[in-house]
């Protein structure tokens, strides 16, 4: 069993010794806003410093009695970052693209995604950041666009 001492050591070393991140991984949750509020979940794979490239995957539940369609989105964006966080915070502007697929009952709908927003990614402990995110999703031909989405999640620096 690790002892009290090794463990605040490791955790001492790691956000001492922590570098700036090229690269990190968020996984998310939050809530799709139109057309009544519904959970969201996914995944973000970010790879870069003052530019960054992020690929995200997200899904939303059906909702029949709220006549809200599932959503699931892939996107590639963006991201506009100042390299290092300052007092721990690092801000972000995004604008991508992906695909997206909405379903309603049996009714599908599938179509192009333009996305943009921001966020910060706050420094907790070492590597571990907290990300909160807006987006907005112009989705060509969905029933309902544009469609906003907040979210929290965690985010693993590497």
């Known amino acids: 069993?690790?002892?009290?001492?090794a463990?605040?050591?490791?955790?001492?070393?790691?956000?001492?010794?922590?570098?700036?991140?090229?690269?990190?991984?968020?996984?998310?949750?939050?809530?799709?806003?139109?057309?009544?509020?519904?959970?969201v979940k996914g995944l973000a794979i970010g790879l870069g410093m003052l530019v960054a490239f992020e690929f995200e995957f997200a899904e939303t539940q059906e909702d029949r009695d709220?006549?809200?369609?599932?959503?699931?989105?892939?996107?590639?964006?963006?991201?506009?970052?100042p390299?290092?966080?300052?007092?721990?915070?690092q801000p972000?502007?995004?604008?991508?693209?992906?695909?997206?697929?909405?379903?309603l009952n049996q009714v599908e709908e599938n179509g192009v995604a333009l996305t943009s927003g921001g966020g910060l990614k706050v420094k907790l402990i070492g590597p571990l950041r907290l990300r909160l995110d807006y987006?907005?999703?112009r989705l060509r031909g969905a029933r309902h666009s544009p469609t906003h989405r907040i979210y929290a999640g965690m985010n693993l620096a590497f």
């Open 66 to 81: 709220e006549d809200a369609p599932a959503l699931r989105t892939g996107t590639a964006s963006a991201l506009i970052q």
């Open 92 to 103: 972000y502007l995004a604008f991508g693209f992906g695909l997206f697929r909405e379903r």
């Open 135 to 137: 987006r907005a999703f």
């Open 7 to 39: 463990a605040v050591l490791a955790i001492v070393l790691t956000t001492v010794l922590a570098t700036p991140a090229f690269a990190d991984l968020t996984a998310f949750v939050g809530a799709n806003t139109v057309p009544v509020n519904r959970p």
């Open 83 to 89: 390299p290092l966080a300052v007092s721990g915070v």
């Open 1 to 5: 069993m690790i002892s009290l001492r």
